[in-house]
């Protein structure tokens, strides 16, 4: 059992294949961090390093995603880790924008690469987002959106989350309408092109605070 | 020279009088007047009136009867979800609970959803214009349709999971396409503009694009064409470079091109299609009339030996944009009120 077989049906987007194998891992007695660190987090990797900017292919990074969705349910049938090594990423879409395929993306890579991951959904009021964050604690928050009408509600999360005295979460914005902005304009600390992007950003913070 | 014939003399690579300019202004002509988005977009009057009222404030050389890309997803079944001052979104894909497919018909523009509203948008602009202004007219890509017929996540998996389904959902996006689109020419069109933003490289690979959305966008331009079109154009938001070559391959007359190409890189790639572009869109929000100026001077210089070229901006000027800066981009060509 070698968790390099697994790493392999994941980059090829293989679902069935990566079940299978995470199946065969675990009734060898392999833990669930190990197969984190040692397969998936070596596929996001490479998934990375691969769709550039002028080499993007969602639906590779979708396919991927979807196995190691799978994957996840086979590690921890209860639902995800209740904690991370690296920590917590609070994702939402404000209100006022449903489109939240960046978001899954996001989700998926995040929980791809070793973060736990709560998700408030789409058209989720701002008010709600930073109850989660006061709940959960959070390293970042991840909003992304379609649409511009939202940059308005983005621009207020950092002094939401100050009035709660949680100014130390980063926010990170993401998808075609935030990404026109600076981090500056839209008040945020970062904005990421990809969701590769806001990893190496997270990755950056982990290894600052340890 | 009037706006239209600015506009096909840019087409045809001819010189214009000036260069021509188009505002993407949909959703903000409501706003403009006062309309909410969620009114503008299921009033066919009220679309014209903002339309025209529009065109009357900044000047520029086209009016759309656009609403959103939701249209011919709800002529089809799929139910939306209207909120205040906002475009619709789907609440229920016709296709996500494994419909079959022989069961939907080809929405009948004359009846069916929003469609008609549409119509009637483009019959008042056309009395009203003639052929003095571009009147442009609206269906989504077949690819687009198809993520608004069953969901992108699942149109995406379903590229993979069952190619064949994906196709015939594709067949079926095609003639609701076709079919709406040669109604909008009679009603009035010059042109209907294929808005196909699922089609981006952001969204599918070039090589999907390849095999499934230009065949099909083939079949589109060649009817639009055959029914009277003035041109075909093509508008596909995002990172395109990759998927430039093709559109000549579509019979594509009029590119549009997003901020994110570069003028250098829309022009090698498409030397014989006119283009328009590209100043980023979420500008026209938080920018200022100067810098709108600036770049719209950037895209001038940059186009002005070579012609074929209609300054706009990269995608829709978003409903909450600031008048002044959309009077900025007009003026920056001679044009305006």
Same mark, same amino acid.
């Given at each position: 059992m070698k968790p390099a077989v697994l790493m392999t049906a994941i980059l090829e987007g293989d679902s069935a294949e990566a079940v299978l194998q995470a199946h065969l891992l675990t009734a060898a007695g392999v833990g669930a961090e190990q197969i984190i660190v040692?397969?998936?987090?070596?596929? !996001?990797?490479?998934?990375?390093?691969?769709?550039?900017?002028?080499?993007?292919?969602?639906?590779?990074? !979708?396919?991927?995603?979807?196995?190691?969705?799978?994957? !996840?349910?086979?590690?921890?049938?209860?639902?995800?880790?209740?904690?991370?090594?690296?920590?917590?990423?609070?994702?939402?879409?404000?209100?006022?924008?449903?489109?939240?395929?960046?978001?899954?993306?996001?989700? !998926?890579?995040?929980?791809?690469?070793?973060?736990?991951?709560?998700?408030?959904?789409?058209?989720?009021?701002?008010?709600?987002?930073?109850?989660?964050?006061?709940?959960?604690?959070?390293?970042?928050?991840?909003?992304?959106?379609?649409?511009?009408?939202?940059?308005?509600?983005?621009?207020?999360?950092?002094?939401?989350?100050?009035?709660?005295?949680?100014?130390?979460?980063?926010?990170?914005?993401?998808?075609?309408?935030?990404?026109?902005?600076?981090a500056s304009a839209l008040n945020v600390d970062f904005i990421g092109e990809s969701a590769f992007d806001g990893i190496h950003y997270l990755n950056g913070l982990v290894r600052a605070e340890r | 020279m009037n706006s239209l014939e600015r506009i096909a003399a840019a087409a045809a690579f001819r010189k214009p009088d000036r260069v021509p300019v188009i505002g993407q202004v949909f959703g903000h002509a409501g706003t403009l007047a006062k309309v909410p988005v969620d009114e503008y977009v299921r009033d066919g009057e009220t679309l014209a009136r903002c339309q025209l009222e529009a065109l009357d404030r900044y000047g520029y050389?086209?009016?759309?009867?656009?609403?959103?890309? =939701?249209?011919?997803?709800?002529?089809?079944?799929?139910?939306?979800?209207?909120?205040?001052? &906002?475009?619709?979104?789907v609440d229920r894909y016709v296709l996500e609970d494994d419909v079959d497919l022989a069961a939907l018909v080809v929405p009948d523009p004359e009846h069916h959803g929003r469609m008609p509203e549409m119509l009637k948008a483009l019959r008042i602009l056309g009395c009203e214009l003639g052929d003095e202004?571009?009147?442009?007219?609206?269906?989504?890509?077949?690819?687009?349709?198809?993520? &608004?017929? /069953?969901?992108?996540?699942?149109?995406?998996?379903?590229?993979?999971?069952?190619?064949?389904?994906?196709?015939?959902?594709?067949?079926?996006?095609?003639?609701?396409?076709?079919?709406?689109?040669?109604?909008?020419?009679?009603?009035?069109?010059?042109?209907?503009?294929?808005?196909?933003?699922?089609? =981006?490289?952001?969204?599918i690979p070039?090589?999907?694009?390849?095999?499934?959305? /230009?065949?099909? $966008?083939?079949?589109v331009f060649a009817a639009f064409a055959a029914a009277g079109a003035m041109s075909n154009w093509l508008h596909i938001a995002g990172p395109v470079k990759p998927i430039l070559p093709f559109y000549p391959q579509a019979g594509v007359g009029?590119?549009?091109?997003?901020?994110?190409?570069?003028?250098?890189?829309?022009?090698?790639? /498409? &030397?014989?299609?006119? $283009?328009?572009?590209?100043?980023?869109?979420?500008?026209?929000?938080?920018?200022?009339?100067?810098?709108? =100026?600036?770049?719209?001077?950037? /895209?001038?210089?940059?186009?002005?030996?070579?012609?074929?070229?209609i300054l706009s901006s990269g995608c829709e000027i978003p409903p909450e944009s600031r008048p002044e800066n959309v009077a900025a981009m007009v003026r920056a060509v001679g044009g305006g009120r």
């Amino acid at each position: 059992m070698k968790p390099a077989v697994l790493m392999t049906a994941i980059l090829e987007g293989d679902s069935a294949e990566a079940v299978l194998q995470a199946h065969l891992l675990t009734a060898a007695g392999v833990g669930a961090e190990q197969i984190i660190v040692e397969a998936i987090e070596p596929a !996001m990797l490479r998934l990375d390093k691969k769709c550039t900017a002028e080499d993007f292919d969602l639906l590779e990074i !979708m396919l991927s995603g979807r196995a190691v969705t799978e994957v !996840m349910k086979v590690l921890y049938p209860s639902g995800a880790p209740a904690s991370s090594d690296k920590g917590t990423v609070v994702i939402a879409t404000p209100e006022g924008d449903v489109h939240d395929l960046g978001k899954g993306i996001f989700k !998926m890579v995040l929980a791809g690469s070793g973060y736990r991951v709560v998700d408030c959904g789409k058209d989720c009021p701002l008010d709600r987002l930073i109850d989660v964050v006061d709940t959960e604690r959070p390293l970042a928050v991840g909003v992304s959106g379609l649409l511009t009408t939202i940059t308005p509600q983005v621009r207020k999360i950092k002094g939401m989350l100050a009035d709660r005295g949680l100014q130390h979460v980063r926010v990170l914005a993401g998808g075609a309408a935030l990404k026109q902005s600076s981090a500056s304009a839209l008040n945020v600390d970062f904005i990421g092109e990809s969701a590769f992007d806001g990893i190496h950003y997270l990755n950056g913070l982990v290894r600052a605070e340890r | 020279m009037n706006s239209l014939e600015r506009i096909a003399a840019a087409a045809a690579f001819r010189k214009p009088d000036r260069v021509p300019v188009i505002g993407q202004v949909f959703g903000h002509a409501g706003t403009l007047a006062k309309v909410p988005v969620d009114e503008y977009v299921r009033d066919g009057e009220t679309l014209a009136r903002c339309q025209l009222e529009a065109l009357d404030r900044y000047g520029y050389d086209a009016v759309f009867s656009v609403m959103d890309v =939701s249209v011919e997803t709800e002529a089809a079944g799929s139910i939306l979800h209207y909120r205040r001052n &906002q475009y619709p979104v789907v609440d229920r894909y016709v296709l996500e609970d494994d419909v079959d497919l022989a069961a939907l018909v080809v929405p009948d523009p004359e009846h069916h959803g929003r469609m008609p509203e549409m119509l009637k948008a483009l019959r008042i602009l056309g009395c009203e214009l003639g052929d003095e202004v571009l009147v442009v007219g609206c269906v989504v890509g077949p690819f687009t349709l198809t993520t &608004q017929l /069953l969901g992108t996540e699942r149109a995406l998996f379903m590229a993979v999971d069952d190619f064949p389904r994906l196709e015939r959902v594709m067949d079926y996006a095609t003639q609701v396409i076709i079919r709406f689109g040669e109604a909008q020419v009679r009603a009035g069109a010059h042109v209907p503009l294929v808005f196909d933003p699922s089609a =981006s490289p952001a969204v599918i690979p070039p090589r999907l694009f390849r095999e499934f959305e /230009l065949p099909r $966008l083939r079949r589109v331009f060649a009817a639009f064409a055959a029914a009277g079109a003035m041109s075909n154009w093509l508008h596909i938001a995002g990172p395109v470079k990759p998927i430039l070559p093709f559109y000549p391959q579509a019979g594509v007359g009029i590119a549009n091109f997003d901020y994110c190409v570069t003028p250098t890189e829309a022009q090698t790639q /498409l &030397q014989a299609t006119c $283009l328009a572009g590209n100043i980023k869109p979420l500008a026209f929000v938080d920018s200022t009339p100067a810098a709108i =100026s600036a770049s719209a001077h950037e /895209l001038l210089q940059a186009f002005g030996d070579r012609g074929g070229f209609i300054l706009s901006s990269g995608c829709e000027i978003p409903p909450e944009s600031r008048p002044e800066n959309v009077a900025a981009m007009v003026r920056a060509v001679g044009g305006g009120r």
